[in-house]
């Protein structure tokens, strides 16, 4: 096998025929072996049975369906783990990022990079809050982060077989993937594509997901709130040292009336949310230590369809 194709699937009936086309008419003529595997993510429509409908058409096609929905990032996961290539090459099932640009990976794969970068040049169908908040995430969090995240870069790239072999390495089940592709290293290069609209259906990464997920890259790669927390705690300290000492002056000099409600009441407000800022920062990595602590698996399958085997089970990471 030489290329593992990985799609996570949520609620993509209406995509999945078309990609499957437009995969085989990219890959057939090719002449590599590859395989296509299609994760089922609890999807609610008739995904699954429209995946197992195109295994029985195309044994190539590998059907892992998890035993709920567990989000793109542990389908991702799964997908990967089960890739069987020298080479994969995560790709979204709304047919936003074009297959035809799987050769262009290859490519350069065969010209020893193990990471093969696709960048957004642009982004169709897509509001220009929803751009300009991507803008800055990538670059928010590569000021704030030790490793550089390529900024404007999804999913969408290939991955060596060595490269997959670390990831498999990795323990955390909070996962950041896009922080992980970039975390293993290894000789990577860039290639560049304008991003189509969704083929058919809606996104269901609205702003609160999304703002979620910014949340979660961060707090993934990077300890920088943590040390903002502090920084500006001692600020508060400094600025509280300061203002005493101005008002025993003042009390030296004008004496003491009974006034000053009003900026005491500014002063405990201020001081009472930043101490309410500084805990929800140390409660975020609080969260994701008790998650890793408790040593879930990212992952639970119900059922595979894949060539020459029965349906399997009850398989978990």
Known sequence: MTVSIIIPCHNEAGNLATLYARVRAVMDPSGEPWEMICVNDGSSDDTLLQLIALHRQ????????????????AALTAGLDAARGE?????????????????????????????VNAVRLSRDGESWIKRASAHLFYRIINRLSDVEIPPDTGDFRLLSRPVLDTLRTLPERRRFMKGLFAWVG?????????????????????????WNFAVEGITSFSQVPLQLAAYLGVLVSLLAFLYAIWLVARTLVYGN?????????????????????????????????????????????????????????????
């Open 58 to 73: 195309d044994p190539r096609i590998r059907v892992i369906d998890l035993s709920r929905n567990f989000g793109k990032e």
């Open 87 to 115: 080479a994969a090459i995560p790709l979204d099932a709304d047919l936003q990022d074009p297959p035809e640009l799987i050769p262009d990976l290859l490519a350069h794969w065969r010209e020893g990079f193990d990471v």
């Open 186 to 210: 290894f000789r990577s290069t860039n290639i560049y594509y304008h991003r189509a609209p969704r083929h058919t259906g809606k996104t269901t990464w609205n702003y609160w997901r999304l």
């Open 257 to 317: 009336p009974v006034k000053g409600y009003p900026s005491i009441m500014v002063t405990l407000l201020f001081l009472g949310g930043v101490q309410l800022m500084a805990l929800g920062v140390i409660g975020e990595y609080l969260g994701r230590i008790y998650e890793e602590s408790k040593q879930r698996p990212v992952y639970l399958i119900r059922q595979v369809w894949e060539s020459g085997q029965t349906p399997e089970g009850d398989d978990s990471k």
